[in-house]
């Protein structure tokens, strides 16, 4: 079924979108401003880097507009859930997978162009499997499943909870930050490995 309040697919697609733009802008950084790199040394992470945190900016100023329509609800008596201020922690996993992801993204585009296209496609998949336009429980089975193991889809889980005043589930937290924390350190050891030879492959 699809949910028909709002902010359940606001919420969830607000999260989305910072990812899916944020990694798309870090992945295109090191090639976009090759002219740049081959004349001027600013260290290499500063590109993907600042395009993330400018989408970061973006999404925070998001989720203001976001809380102000849930304070409208509740104002107007449509919405009773007590917001909880810890739907501002799902924001550390969310930011630090989408650095990890980004940094690889990087590195692998330097090498290899067409990741460009298969994100694109990978960014479909993962906004399927992120349950924005539906409850995830009603799938069983094996989609059930891939979409639990999808750590955009516990961070989304978790944020909505806290949305609605409602407890994290606890497991999720777990699992989503340490997937993010993996994605962060595994980005910083492949874009650090990498970044002397970017200037031979740009």
């Given at each position: 079924g699809i949910s028909l309040l709002p902010n359940f697919w606001i919420s969830a697609f607000t999260m989305y979108s910072f990812f899916s733009s944020s990694t798309n802008s870090a992945m295109k950084?090191?090639?976009?401003?090759?002219?740049?790199?081959?004349?001027?040394?600013?260290?290499?992470?500063?590109?993907?880097?600042?395009?993330?945190?400018?989408?970061?900016?973006?999404?925070?100023?998001s989720l203001v507009v976001l809380v102000g329509v849930m304070l409208f609800f509740m104002a107007t008596g449509s919405y009773k859930a007590p917001m909880n201020a810890n739907m501002f922690l799902t924001v550390i996993p969310l930011l630090n997978l989408s650095i990890g992801v980004g940094l690889i993204l990087a590195t692998l585009c330097v090498f290899f162009r067409d990741i460009e296209y298969l994100w694109s496609v990978m960014l479909?998949?993962?906004?399927?499997?992120?349950?924005?336009?539906y409850f995830a429980s009603r799938l069983k089975g094996a989609g059930g499943m891939?979409?639990?193991?999808?750590?955009?889809?516990?961070?989304?889980?978790?944020?909505?909870?806290a949305l609605f005043g409602q407890h994290f589930d606890?497991?999720?937290?777990?699992?989503?930050?340490?997937?993010?924390?993996?994605?962060?350190?595994?980005?910083?050891?492949?874009?650090?490995?990498?970044?002397?030879?970017?200037?031979?492959?740009i």
């Open positions: 950084s090191i090639r976009a401003n090759s002219a740049m790199i081959k004349k001027v040394y600013v260290p290499k992470y500063m590109y993907p880097l600042s395009g993330i945190l400018s989408n970061f900016v973006i999404f925070l100023i479909m998949l993962i906004m399927y499997c992120s349950a924005i336009f891939l979409i639990k193991i999808n750590p955009l889809y516990g961070i989304i889980d978790n944020f909505r909870r606890m497991v999720l937290l777990g699992y989503t930050f340490g997937v993010s924390i993996v994605a962060f350190l595994l980005g910083m050891f492949m874009f650090y490995k990498k970044q002397d030879t970017f200037i031979l492959n």
